[in-house]
Nanobody
Framework: QVQLVESGGGLVQAGGSVRLSCAAS????????MGWLRQAPGKAREFVAA????????EYADSVKGRFTISKNNGENTVYLQMKSLKPEDTAVYYC????????????????????WGQGTEVTVSS
């Protein structure tokens, strides 16, 4: 059974930093692309960042470029999202997701392309 479990969310002041973690189990982690997506109150879910299985390729939404960094540790079956210089508009529930389609070789940015999702972790940025 595939399971993705996020952690690390919470309340942070604008300008602060938070690191999210996503622990994966039940799949060959190193062969899947992983991503972080978010959903703000009243808004659609959106792409934030993605990484290939090797970690050699990453991609970010324009709104987070230069502030967020996605990384992974295949040995620990974990993907991370380091978030810096946080803004109130970063407030959202953050989800990690895994895509099996391309054996981890392709960056996946489409929200509906991901096959498995975590339950989400909430990040609230106060002004």
């Amino acid at each position: 059974q595939v399971q993705l479990v996020e952690s690390g969310g919470g309340l942070v002041q604008a300008g602060g930093s938070v690191r999210l973690s996503c622990a994966a189990s039940g799949l060959s982690f190193s062969r899947y692309s992983m991503g972080w997506l978010r959903q703000a109150p009243g808004k659609a879910r959106e792409f934030v960042a993605a990484i290939t299985w090797s970690g050699g390729s990453t991609e970010y939404a324009d709104s987070v470029k230069g502030r967020f960094t996605i990384s992974k540790n295949n040995g620990e079956n974990t993907v991370y999202l380091q978030m810096k210089s946080l803004k109130p508009e970063d407030t959202a529930v953050y989800y990690c997701a895994a895509d099996l389609t391309y054996s981890g070789a392709v960056i996946v940015t489409g929200v509906y392309e991901y096959d498995y999702w975590g339950q989400g972790t909430e990040v609230t940025v106060s002004s």
